[in-house]
T-cell receptor, first 112, second 115 residues
């Protein structure tokens, strides 16, 4: 089965810096990979999706890259703000599957 | 649209009791999911459904049952509650359109404690 590893440690950065979160997977390549944000006590909220034939996706201050050779996705938040503090989850969806597999998440804290 | 709604928000059960967690979505999504999330951990898939009348097991189905009689509703049944089922339960839905990449919309969660 698919195994997903995200940054094992929580990430603490200074406001204004770029946060980079990692999502590594094993076994077969997913059809696409998603990133979600989860705030304490709330359900995850979808942020970005990148497909296996795409290298990079951007949305405002967010950027996602996808390297199927390294089996890795990187999630960047530029010009980070304290409001970006949350847990970020990556999720992988196999081709023709009716479900996704989620990583354990990385908790990001942006200090003013 | 209300999106995905879940009831109740909180519940305390005694060992051996049963209960049903309700989940409703108003987005006409074919796919629906139940996850559990233990403290500091990611989401574990319990059951999912690709349409009314069709359900399938996820990663951690033991101790749970589901049904999907309508597109909108996907209740999760706990029989003989155990302390190991103490967790936060999230329901989610998504469209079957591959173009939209299974973007999942989550409910607010049900916090369940089994004592």
């Amino acid at each position: 089965s698919q195994k997903i590893e995200q940054n094992s440690e929580a990430l603490n950065i200074q406001e204004g810096k770029t946060a980079t979160l990692t999502c590594n997977y094993t076994n077969y390549s997913p059809a696409y990979l998603q990133w979600y944000r989860q705030d304490p006590g709330r359900g995850p909220v979808f942020l970005l999706l990148i497909r296996e034939n795409e290298k990079e996706k951007r949305k405002e201050r967010l950027k996602v890259t996808f390297d199927t050779t390294l089996k890795q996705s990187l999630f960047h938040i530029t010009a980070s703000q304290p409001a970006d503090s949350a847990t970020y989850l990556c999720a992988l969806r196999q081709p023709n599957a009716g479900k996704s597999t989620f990583g354990d998440g990385t908790t990001l804290t942006v200090k003013p | 649209n209300a999106g995905v709604t879940q009831t109740p928000k909180f519940r305390i059960l005694k060992i051996g009791q049963s209960m049903t967690l309700q989940c409703t979505q108003d987005m006409n999504h074919n796919y629906m999911y139940w996850y559990r999330q233990d403290p500091g951990m990611g989401l574990k898939l319990i059951y999912y459904s690709v349409g009314a009348g069709i359900t399938d097991k996820g990663e951690v189905p033991n101790g749970y049952n589901v049904s999907r009689s309508t597109t909108e509703d996907f209740p999760l049944r706990l029989e003989l509650a155990a302390p190991s089922q103490t967790s936060v339960y999230f329901c989610a839905s998504s469209t079957s359109a591959e173009l939209l990449g299974d973007t999942q919309y989550f409910g607010p969660g049900t916090r369940l404690t089994v004592l």
